[in-house]
């Protein structure tokens, strides 16, 4: 996880806590989850490459009906479904019983399995959708489907929004903007723009001083920069970077 370490430092070296704005600081929300899963493709693909065994005598994993998959989630083909299980194996190898694990997901986004973290609670929780504690097969492909480049732009705002709406009330408000983009920049060791109380006024627009969807997806629509970390553009190639004999099922596209 090294590259997704030195992903986000070049990232902040790159922005001084006075040249951000506060759609640089809402984009850097997912800035873990980003690096986390591109490093991921990379690290997977390239110990196929170095180790060829792998791909040979695999214990028999779980049954997961990756065409079902694929259809569910509207963007993937079926062996990018397969190459998601790759990932999703390589996340899930501390605590072998085929789900990911909270701790799992936090050492692979800040290289440790405790502590707490506002960020990493928000991005477990809109994982797990049956809110039983783990994240399963189906779940996270059903997650990532919401990053992959055909996914719909309304889906996007909606995952944007749930994870700023930290007590699930249907509402952004504006202690929950600030606990979140505070945890972010701890992380990155930078400050809290001055301009947030301006930018929280802008989208309130019946100022109420809380954020509905409707407003949040005007807001968005306005400043699309929000929605550039929304979008992993090697979620459409992953069929292409793993190596064909990786794939069981000869599917090229749904």
Same mark, same amino acid.
């Given at each position: 996880?090294?590259?997704?370490?030195?992903?986000?430092?070049?990232?902040?070296?790159?922005?001084?806590?006075?040249?951000?704005?506060?759609?640089?600081?809402?984009?850097?929300?997912?800035?873990?989850?980003?690096?986390?899963?591109?490093?991921?493709?990379?690290?997977?693909?390239?110990?196929?490459?170095?180790?060829?065994?792998?791909?040979?005598?695999?214990?028999?994993?779980?049954?997961?009906?990756?065409?079902?998959?694929?259809?569910?989630?509207?963007?993937?083909?079926?062996?990018?479904?397969?190459?998601?299980?790759?990932?999703?194996?390589?996340?899930?190898?501390?605590?072998?019983?085929?789900?990911?694990?909270?701790?799992?997901?936090?050492?692979?986004?800040?290289?440790?399995?405790?502590?707490?973290?506002?960020?990493?609670?928000?991005?477990?929780?809109?994982?797990?959708?049956?809110? /039983?504690?783990?994240?399963?097969?189906?779940?996270?492909?059903?997650?990532?489907?919401?990053?992959?480049?055909?996914?719909?732009?309304?889906?996007?705002?909606?995952?944007?929004?749930?994870?700023?709406?930290?007590?699930?009330?249907?509402?952004?408000?504006?202690?929950?903007?600030?606990?979140?983009?505070?945890?972010?920049?701890?992380?990155?060791?930078?400050?809290?723009?001055?301009?947030?109380?301006?930018?929280?006024?802008?989208?309130?627009?019946?100022?109420?001083?809380?954020? /509905?969807?409707?407003?949040?997806?005007?807001?968005?629509?306005?400043?699309?920069?929000?929605?550039?970390?929304?979008?992993?553009?090697?979620?459409?190639?992953?069929?292409?970077?793993?190596?064909?004999?990786?794939?069981?099922?000869?599917?090229?596209?749904?």
């Amino acid at each position: 996880m090294a590259m997704r370490s030195s992903s986000c430092s070049s990232s902040s070296s790159a922005l001084s806590s006075s040249s951000l704005t506060v759609g640089d600081c809402l984009c850097l929300a997912l800035h873990p989850l980003i690096g986390t899963i591109e490093g991921l493709i990379f690290l997977v693909t390239d110990c196929f490459g170095c180790h060829p065994w792998l791909l040979f005598g695999r214990p028999q994993e779980p049954c997961h009906d990756f065409s079902k998959l694929a259809v569910e989630s509207q963007c993937f083909t079926v062996n990018e479904v397969e190459a998601l299980h790759e990932l999703f194996k390589k996340l899930s190898t501390s605590i072998e019983d085929g789900h990911i694990h909270k701790e799992e997901l936090q050492m692979a986004l800040f290289m440790t399995p405790t502590g707490e973290n506002l960020f990493l609670n928000r991005v477990f929780y809109l994982f797990d959708e049956k809110k /039983d504690g783990v994240i399963e097969f189906e779940e996270f492909v059903h997650a990532l489907s919401v990053f992959h480049p055909y996914a719909p732009l309304e889906d996007k705002i909606n995952f944007t929004f749930r994870l700023y709406d930290l007590n699930e009330t249907g509402f952004i408000e504006r202690e929950e903007v600030k606990q979140m983009l505070v945890a972010i920049l701890v992380e990155s060791e930078m400050a809290l723009p001055d301009e947030l109380l301006e930018a929280f006024e802008d989208a309130d627009v019946n100022r109420d001083g809380r954020i /509905d969807q409707d407003e949040w997806k005007n807001f968005v629509i306005r400043h699309p920069k929000l929605l550039k970390n929304m979008t992993l553009p090697h979620l459409q190639d992953l069929s292409k970077i793993f190596p064909s004999s990786v794939f069981n099922i000869e599917v090229e596209s749904l």
